[in-house]
């Protein structure tokens, strides 16, 4: 850090500066570095307007950076996005990069959520505006929602976001909102594959010219196959779902 310290002091020695901050990092005594967080201002300056004394605070930052790492590296490795939204004027904010790592969007193309309408799923934004209205206009705190934004190679990726209301103003409109977008795209491909997979045992259950059904240790059913359904008196086997056999008539087969 020693070239940009004495950068740093030759700028707060000019005349057209009035004050100067950096962080530098200063070894201690028993040799360890600590980071710093260096203040000055100048104080006195002579008749040519050049600064002759200078005052100034040095306080040490090294916990609170240990914490912006170690704050990082969790958003990092839980696939987080960060976020700040400023309604009164549609301004978006991010603190760091963990957004762009997670959307793939940069961050200077986003300004306010307007810019992000042009990516966002069509079926997502009816329920979005629901959610986000009573966020505006103060009869909740804090929500969530899913949404789905278009990659530029036209896949989708889904997203959870949950936001919260920390400032409001006079009217109590939302003024200030913090929030994070968590990646969801794999547990949704998944619940596909899942369903998917429970419809294609499904169409094979019921396509056997037997009778089947699952209990559970109550003996209650749990399922049956189309076949059984029927025999039991029901057009879909989900009506027989939750039953015992002390429940169902099977006179009629009599």
């Not at 967080?37 to 104080?43: D, F, I, K």
């Not at 990092?76 to 760091?96: C, I, N, Q, V, Y």
């Amino acid at each position: 850090d020693q070239a940009r310290a004495r950068a740093v002091c030759e700028q707060s020695l000019s005349v057209e500066m009035d004050h100067a901050e950096a962080e530098f990092r200063l070894r201690t005594p028993d040799g360890r570095y600590i980071r710093t967080l260096a203040r000055s201002v100048v104080a006195e300056r002579d008749t040519d307007f050049v600064p002759v004394r200078l005052v100034g605070t040095t306080i040490d930052i090294s916990r609170l950076k240990d914490a912006e790492t170690l704050i990082s590296l969790a958003v990092e490795s839980a696939k987080l996005g960060l976020w700040e939204w400023l309604p009164p004027h549609d301004e978006l904010r991010f603190p760091d990069d963990s957004w762009t790592r997670l959307t793939g969007i940069p961050t200077q193309d986003v300004r306010g959520v307007r810019d992000l309408l042009p990516r966002q799923h069509p079926d997502d934004a009816r329920e979005l505006k629901a959610r986000m209205q009573g966020v505006l206009d103060g009869t909740v705190e804090e929500t969530e929602f899913v949404q789905r934004f278009v990659r530029d190679d036209g896949s989708y990726l889904w997203l959870l976001s949950r936001g919260k209301v920390i400032e409001r103003d006079e009217q109590n409109r939302a003024a200030r909102m913090v929030g994070t977008s968590y990646d969801i795209t794999e547990l949704k491909e998944t619940e596909r594959e899942l369903e998917s997979s429970r419809a294609f045992l499904r169409l094979v259950l019921d396509t056997v010219p037997d009778s089947i059904f699952w209990k559970d240790t109550d003996s209650r059913y749990l399922g049956a196959n189309r076949r059984f359904a029927e025999h039991a008196g029901f057009e879909d086997p989900q009506q027989i779902v939750g039953l015992s056999d002390r429940d169902l008539d099977w006179d009629h087969l009599a």
